[in-house]
């Protein structure tokens, strides 16, 4: 039997089970916190995941900083106690990292201490800017009676403060040189270990989850008084069959026009889009430049242009977990660490932590309506793609 713990004190119960117990027992089930930070001038870039795995007692943490041209990476696992306050459910530490959600939905607060490999350290803290942005219902598909391959999802986007320690330099971060995006999720995805061993979905309406000729494009663009997120899973030429964010058998597409927190305009849903173009970084596959259009429920069209704020401005997120058959899911003992870097500079190891065309989280100037913002481009295509110059 589950125990009790403080927070059943709390009027949360949704299932007959204790608050600090999870009606479906899948061990894929993982409850989320990610963020990037990034400055306008492109010197740097701090981002990092928290998955925990209830289901299986762990907590785990990856963490990348992007320094000029050189990605630190740093992965940490340890396992949890399931003990109401004390849990890391509610107090998120992992080693020499934690976060703190200070005024839900509005401020939180990450700090990395310098007792790692690397002797990084931050605290750098999030003010909501815009209003957060929840995904559309996702449609369910065949899967577990409990939990039925649905992804709750929301994003925030907004302003930092702080301060980065890296390579001996010490950068003070405040609203005016500092944006980015924090966003939540929970569901049983999989991770990449469970990913490994359960194999992937198959595919439906003659699209593969990683079929050919797919572009992935998940943004958090942000201008003074508006912005927009959006996240893609598209295959050339075929049908958009509606997949959900859990569920990319088919293509998919969301998303939303926002306004500052304290705007009363109403949220906008994107239903659409057209007129994308993308250019890679001239002899690469390293992303450059690109536009689209956004097409609102009303029919309103919204023409946006992005290009990277320098070379290598990009966070290679198999630094954070990502495509590591240990990391996400992976049980590696009461307590993990390890680290590695990624000499951005030097093309020739690209394949080796970029394996598609675009790879990363870019951090990119944007423009629209004669309005200059700053924003996150998560972008990855599968060839063959030849009206972006990709035919194999």
């Known amino acids: 039997m589950t125990m009790l713990t403080e927070l059943d004190e709390h009027f949360y ?20 916190h990610w963020f990037q930070c990034m400055d306008v001038e492109g010197r740097w870039i701090v981002g990092a995941n928290w998955p925990v795995w209830p289901n299986t007692g762990m907590i785990e943490n990856g963490q990348i900083i992007v320094h000029g041209d050189t990605q630190y990476n740093l992965r940490y696992s340890s396992t949890i106690e399931r003990d109401g306050y004390k849990s890391a459910r509610v107090n998120q530490q992992v080693g020499p990292a934690s976060m703190e959600v200070i005024d839900p939905l509005r401020k939180a607060r990450f700090t990395l201490s310098p007792d ?23 449609i369910a598909f065949a899967g577990s009676a409990t939990l039925p391959g649905l992804l709750p999802y929301f994003e925030i986007m907004g302003r930092w403060t702080g301060e980065l320690n890296v390579d001996g330099v010490t950068y003070e971060v405040n609203h005016e040189n500092t944006w980015g995006q924090r966003d939540r999720c929970w569901a049983s995805l999989g991770g990449e270990r469970w990913q490994g061993w359960t194999g992937p979905a198959p595919g439906g309406g003659g699209v593969s989850p990683r079929g050919e000729g797919r572009i992935h494009w998940h943004s958090h663009i942000q201008f003074d008084d508006i912005g927009f997120w959006w996240w893609m899973d598209e295959f050339i030429g075929k049908p958009r069959l509606g997949g959900t964010l859990a569920d990319n058998r088919g293509s998919h597409f969301d998303g939303a026009v926002t306004f500052p927190i304290d705007d009363p305009k109403e949220e906008i ?5 057209k007129d994308i173009d993308i250019v890679a970084q001239p002899g690469t596959k390293k992303f450059q430049s690109a536009t689209i259009t956004l097409i609102d429920e ?63 989280e870019h951090a990119v100037r944007c423009r629209f309506d004669g309005r200059e913002g700053i924003g996150h481009m998560e972008m990855s295509g599968t060839p063959p793609l030849p009206q972006w110059g990709f035919p194999e």
């Open 13 to 32: 119960h949704q299932t007959p089970s204790p608050v600090d117990a999870l009606r479906d027992t899948d061990p894929r089930y993982v409850d989320q």
């Open 116 to 138: 790692n490999h690397w002797g990084i350290s931050y605290d750098l803290t999030m003010d909501t800017y815009l209003r957060p942005v929840q995904t559309r219902t996702p």
């Open 269 to 273: 849903r994107v239903v659409d889009f």
């Open 298 to 360: 009303n029919g309103e069209e919204y023409p946006l242009e992005f290009e990277i704020i320098k070379p290598n401005s990009t966070r290679h997120i198999r630094g954070e977990g990502y495509g590591q058959p240990r990391f996400l899911g992976g049980w590696q003992g009461d307590w993990h660490e390890e680290y590695d870097k990624y000499d951005l500079s030097d093309y020739s190891t690209y394949d080796s932590f970029a394996h598609q065309l675009w790879d990363g």
